[in-house]
């Protein structure tokens, strides 16, 4: 066992924790010597670009896993307008539509569900890659033009 440590004095040559002086200006507190290979780059200023506001979102890649849920949300999707196409065919028969016009509106109805929700669903995903003209405005367009449709033809 050792004995009990007596706490030494410092030294006069070690003055333990010191504060630093205060200088004049920040640059003396740099160090004085430059990193191998960035002499070059060393006097020059730094140039800043300001960035716009209005510039455009670069795309980001989308994951799978959000895919996967997405893909799985729209079959759900496609499950419950399934179920909504019979209720609808059902429904005009009983208003005295034709069969074979009620089962036509019924499939209108589902497209048109199916092509709405499919843009929405990849909104939800990605919207920077998937809320474009070229992708969301043919789906949108086609589904409305069916739903449309589907209500032309229910009323026959």
Do not use: C
């Not at 205060?22 to 140039?47: I, K």
């Amino acid at each position: 066992m050792q004995g009990p440590q007596t706490p030494s004095a410092p030294s006069p040559a070690d003055p333990g924790f010191k504060l630093p002086e205060e200088s004049a200006s920040p640059q003396d507190t740099l160090p004085q010597t430059q990193p191998q290979g960035e002499s070059e780059r060393a006097g020059r200023p730094v140039e800043v670009v300001p960035g716009t506001t209005m510039a455009p979102v670069p795309a980001t890649d989308t994951s799978t896993r959000d895919l996967a849920i997405g893909a799985v949300v729209f079959v759900i999707l496609l499950v419950v307008y399934f179920f909504v196409r019979n209720a609808y065919v059902h429904h005009l028969v009983v208003r005295r539509v034709a069969p074979s016009s009620a089962g036509s509106a019924g499939w209108l109805l589902f497209v048109g569900l199916g092509f709405l929700s499919a843009a929405a669903v990849l909104a939800i995903i990605n919207a920077s890659k998937f809320l474009t003209f070229a992708v969301t405005g043919p789906l949108v367009a086609v589904g409305l033009v069916a739903l449309v449709a589907a209500l032309f033809i229910g009323r026959r």
